[in-house]
């Protein structure tokens, strides 16, 4: 752990992955609900970084579909929030919806939570919301609507 100042004069905590996310299904475990941000582009333009908070809930006997997202410990030993893409047999396979190309692989014990809310601003939005349901259905239907997409989407933002 050590301790920064960052540009507006706050104080920040940085905490090891591994650290944080051990706290972190601690706390999904006992049946909590847990609030972390944002960090990375890997989910864009769905969860925008630094922006954007992430709220994760325990795992029902809805969490493992296609389309949901998940919290997963991948066999790299990388903790990463993205969609379930594919389930095949005990192996999910996860992708960012800002990745093109790149995905990750995990048994279905290495998931910890599902997300169910997204907190942007002042709104919330949930797993049920249009918005929501809109990116978990057509997604990953077109990969050449994606990539154009977020290529457009990059070259507005950045």
């Not at 999910?92 to 048994?107: A, F, M």
Request: charged fraction near 25%; charge should be positive.
């Amino acid at each position: 752990m050590t301790t920064t100042q960052n540009p507006l004069n706050k104080m920040q905590l940085i905490v090891h992955n591994e650290l944080f996310f051990s706290h972190i299904i601690t706390e999904i475990n006992a049946g909590h609900r847990v609030i972390i941000p944002s960090k990375g582009n890997s989910m864009l333009p769905f969860i925008r970084p630094s922006t954007d908070e992430i709220e994760l809930s325990p795992l029902d006997d809805n969490s493992m579909q296609v389309g949901n997202i998940v919290l997963a410990k991948t066999k790299e030993s990388n903790y990463v929030i993205h969609r379930i893409e594919k389930i095949e047999d005990d192996v999910i396979i996860l992708r960012g919806d800002g990745n093109l190309t790149t995905r990750e692989y995990c048994k279905r014990s290495s998931i910890s939570a599902e997300v169910t809310t997204i907190l942007r601003k002042n709104r919330k939005i949930k797993k049920d919301n249009f918005h929501w349901i809109l990116h978990q259905n057509l997604w990953f239907s077109n990969p050449l609507l994606r990539r154009i997409y977020l290529g457009v989407y990059r070259r507005l933002k950045y």
